[in-house]
């Protein structure tokens, strides 16, 4: 498969969710590393620090839309603006706990948002090519333990999961009816497991309230200590969007899905994960706590992805173990906090990243 510089070098990506922690580090792996012209659109960044600030993107990128996904008249300005050859959507409402708090935000964010992007891309003369990025909570999950397939069914009990599901759902209807036509654009979803690596400070992530406790010598208490979670650093995923983006180029199909989580050796779950990041972090102040869980909300309890279609198909796997995967993210955050400019740091990590 063609390099990613060479690709992507010089093509018009439209990146919606640019403000979050995932499309934050796709946006500048695309601008800095792959040299394309990346515009981003996406609210104003909900956490202070946040990704987006702390590398200056809004410098960087040609250009940031402050814009919501679900006003069209402002979306349809962007498209014809930018004239995208690829759009990456990432745009969304990711937050268990959030969905939870505001379930008919995440359903209208999740599917109706989806759906003004793919018909702002119907609209576009020149058929940009889309991936669409939903989640591995996507599948109906009866706790069987087995990694789910790209053909597994739909569903989710919890708002969140539910509204991934749908999206996908949707998705697959909206471009069957109407990117099917020679040289329509190609439209593919990428559920990817749970991602962690430096700059994500959202609400409810693990990884958040670890660098909370560890940098002030606190205790954190975990949600679901036993949970397996498909645990994967921000750039292997990175990595698999961008192998996406490339093969849906000549893609026969309108659609086509693929998983991105690592293999089984690679498993842990959330009490392991918090352990090695404590330990990593080298402070041994910290203990971990858990609450009654009988008090919290549903939440999945095992999280497996088979990725086998990705490693045919794309040549991708992950290439940082989970060790690596922890050291690179504590490394991140400790760099940050003992010298506060990250951006040499950030720019290190992907260009040793892409040359491993």
């Not at 990817?192 to 990884?207: E, F, H, K, L, T």
Request: proline share 5%; aromatic share 10%.
């Amino acid at each position: 498969m063609e390099s990613h510089q060479n690709y992507y070098k010089g093509k018009r990506i439209l990146v919606t969710g640019s403000t979050g922690f995932v499309g934050g580090w796709l946006s500048l792996t695309l601008q800095s590393f792959c040299e394309s012209k990346v515009y981003g659109l996406g609210l104003n960044p909900i956490t202070d620090p946040s990704f987006f600030t702390a590398l200056n993107l809004d410098q960087i990128l040609e250009k940031n839309y402050i814009v919501n996904i679900l006003n069209k008249k402002d979306l349809v300005e962007v498209f014809d603006e930018v004239k995208p050859d690829i759009v990456f959507h990432l745009a969304a409402q990711p937050i268990v706990g959030i969905s939870y708090e505001e379930p008919l935000e995440t359903f209208d964010v999740n599917i109706m948002g989806t759906l003004n992007v793919l018909d702002c891309i119907r609209k576009q003369p020149n058929n940009p090519n889309c991936v669409i990025v939903t989640s591995d909570k996507c599948y109906q999950n009866l706790e069987l333990g087995l990694p789910f397939k790209e053909g597994d069914p739909m569903g989710g009990f919890d708002p969140d999961s539910a509204s991934k599901g749908a999206c996908e759902l949707v998705t697959e209807s909206f471009v069957t009816s109407f990117f099917n036509s020679p040289g329509s654009s190609r439209v593919a979803s990428a559920r990817a497991g749970n991602i962690i690596g430096g700059g994500d400070w959202s609400q409810g992530r693990i990884v958040t309230d670890l660098v909370n406790a560890a940098s002030n010598n606190e205790n954190i208490e975990l949600r679901n200590p036993a949970a397996i979670r498909p645990w994967q650093h921000v750039l292997d995923v990175v990595n698999g969007y961008l192998k996406l983006g490339q093969h849906i180029d000549n893609n026969k199909d309108a659609f086509t899905a693929y998983n991105f989580g690592p293999p089984k050796t690679h498993e842990l779950n959330v009490l392991d994960l918090a352990s090695s990041f404590i330990k990593f972090w080298g402070n041994q102040n910290v203990n971990v706590k858990t609450p009654d869980s009988s008090s919290l909300p549903y939440e999945s309890k095992i999280l497996r992805l088979d990725s086998t279609k990705a490693a045919e198909d794309l040549c991708w796997s992950t290439k940082l173990s989970q060790s690596e995967t922890i050291q690179w993210t504590v490394d991140w955050y400790k760099f940050l906090l003992e010298h506060d400019n990250v951006e040499k740091k950030t720019h290190a990590d992907i260009k040793n990243f892409f040359i491993l």
